[in-house]
Every structure is written in C-alpha cells, then in structure tokens.
C-alpha cells in the first residue's frame, strides 16, 4: 500500500533554531517528492520538489534531502523565524499507469515561538 | 504568487441549501482538481479535470459534482449540503500530470465551509 509517514506530528522550537522533519514513504514506482508549507486556513504553498536524481534542493532556510534508496526525505529550517509556524506537508508522486498520483502525509505542525 | 483562486473563503450554510465553490486559473493549466481536507488530516483528492469537458471522480467518495466548461475555471456544487460536508476544500491545477515531474502543482487559497 502507498503510504507516506511524517514525523514528528508536531514540534516546538524557539526562534532563531534549527530544526528537521522527517517523512518516510512507500510508494512506488517513484517519481518525485515535494514539501509544501500551509499555512493555518490557506492552501499548500510549494517548498521544494524533487525527482529520483536529486538528493538535494535548497530553497532560501529550507533545505529538503531525499534518499530514494531507503525512502526517506527530510526538510531542514535553518535560523527559524516566527512566519515558519505552519504545517509542513511530504507528498510524493508515484508514476503508476500513465498519469501518476499524489499522495499525501498528514503533516507536521511547526509552532515557532519568540 | 499563485495565479489558482477561490471563492468563498469561507461560507456557512443551513442544511439542504445548495451551493457551488468557485474555482479560476489564469496558468492555462489543462489539469485542475478538487481536493478535501479535515483538520490535522491529508488531502484527500474528491475531483480532478485533464481537460474542457473531462471530469472524473477522484479517491474520496464525495457526494458533490463539478463542470468544466471552460479551461480556467472548475467549480464543485454541492445541491444540498449537510453537516458532515463541513470541511475545508481546496482547489489546484498542474502544468503536467504528476507522474510526469508535475512541475507547477499549485494549489488556491481554499473555501472554508462550514453547514449548520
């Protein structure tokens, strides 16, 4: 069964900390893997995404890593600011028939407090 | 800035009413989806669209239906709404299908709908 599993499921840091979540998937065949930053009552805002290739992608503080051997990705924030404080969505992407899917985590609730 | 828009932002309703959640793209996407979401829960996909005239049902049974007639814009209607449709529902297009880099996946800003 496709499945993609975030943890923690939430986290409290302090501003200015470093901090990683982590997201571990089943799915396959694969065909590439995104994090999305949402915001309390908004829709998904994209990060980063990445295809089998790629171990790495940094966009601004985010850094995603992804090894696609063991199935596992990882987004890092560096110098955390009070805006980071969203849920952090893994979706991964399979290539199944012709069109492929989407497959979501639940998300990892950041809290970044002052 | 996301280019995906959708209206209402939010909307309470009484029981039984019906109604429809706007959804309008200026990307030129072919591909456009309905997705619904719970609190602390994923995304669940209830709708999708590859093209003017194309729907189909996605993983989530939902009991709301939708229309494309044009390439820019894909509303879902619900024709009598009900308690446990009180979600958030949230709206995306994509330039390429997902199995295939599915760059540009970008999703609008959500209706929050609550039924009383």
């Known amino acids: 069964k496709n499945q993609v599993e975030q943890s923690p499921q939430s986290l409290i840091i302090l501003e200015g900390k470093n901090c990683t979540l982590q997201?571990?998937?089943?799915?396959?065949?694969?065909?590439?893997l995104r994090w999305y930053k949402q915001d309390t009552g908004r829709g998904p805002v994209s990060l980063t995404i990445?295809?089998?290739?790629?171990n790495t992608k940094s966009n601004g503080r985010y850094t995603a890593t992804l090894d696609a051997d063991t199935k596992q990705s990882s987004l890092h924030i560096t110098a955390s600011q009070l805006s980071d404080s969203a849920s952090y969505i893994c979706?991964?992407?399979?290539?199944?028939?012709?069109?492929?899917?989407?497959?979501f985590g639940r998300g990892t609730q950041l809290t970044v407090w002052p | 800035e996301a280019d995906i828009y959708q209206t209402p932002r939010y909307l309470v309703i009484g029981t039984g009413k019906k109604i429809t959640l706007e959804c309008s793209q200026t990307?030129?996407?072919?591909?456009m989806y309905w997705y619904q979401q719970d609190p602390g829960m994923e995304l669940h996909l209830i709708h999708y669209?590859?093209?003017?005239?194309?729907?189909e049902k996605g993983d989530l049974s939902s009991e709301s239906t939708v229309s494309r007639i044009r390439t820019e814009h894909f509303p879902l209607t619900l024709e009598s709404a009900r308690p446990s449709h009180t979600s958030q529902y949230l709206c995306?297009?994509?330039?390429?299908?997902?199995?295939?880099?599915?760059?540009?996946?970008?999703f609008g800003s959500g209706t929050r709908l609550t039924v009383v």
């Open positions: 990307m030129g996407h072919d591909k």
């Open positions: 995306a297009s994509s330039e390429a299908h997902p199995g295939q880099g599915g760059y540009g996946y970008t």
């Open positions: 979706v991964v992407s399979d290539r199944g028939s012709t069109l492929g899917r989407l497959y």
């Open positions: 997201c571990n998937y089943t799915v396959s065949p694969f065909s590439n």
């Open positions: 990445m295809t089998f290739s790629e």
């Open positions: 669209s590859y093209g003017v005239n194309s729907t």
